[in-house]
């Protein structure tokens, strides 16, 4: 069981990256999936969550309007379109599958992870 991130990269504020979780030994089309970003020196926060079922979305206040999280389970992923960065966006963003297939922004729902992809927004 494991989830790969990757798309991270460096990017000018303004720009736009797409992040993809993708799934090998399991199916994602169960599990809910949540994307959380940890800044240098900050605690890990949630940022997205998609539901298994009906594809209820959350997102943090910080991110509303920009990103996107959508699941395609056809190729066992999910991705995170972010639109208009900010300086403030730049972390390693996590990405995270949660059993119970309910939306939940709190880490200890989801009980696999992934490794991070380092997100950089920089001029």
């Known amino acids: 069981v494991q989830l790969q991130a990757s798309g991270g990269g460096l990017v000018q504020p303004g720009g736009s990256l797409r992040l993809s979780c993708a799934a090998s030994g399991f199916t994602l089309d169960y599990y809910a999936i949540g994307w959380f970003r940890q800044a240098p020196g900050k605690e890990r926060e949630g940022v997205s969550c998609?539901?298994?079922?009906?594809?209820?979305?959350y997102y943090a206040d910080s991110v509303k309007g920009r990103f996107t999280i959508s699941r395609d389970n056809a190729k066992n992923t999910v991705y995170l379109q972010m639109n208009s960065l900010k300086p403030e966006d730049t972390a390693v963003y996590y990405c995270?599958?949660?059993?119970?297939?309910?939306?939940?922004?709190?880490?200890?729902?989801?009980?696999?992870w992934g490794q991070g992809a380092q997100v950089t927004v920089s001029s």
């Open positions: 995270a599958a949660a059993k119970s297939g309910f939306i939940s922004i709190m880490m200890g729902s989801y009980g696999y």
């Open positions: 998609i539901s298994s079922s009906d594809g209820s979305t």
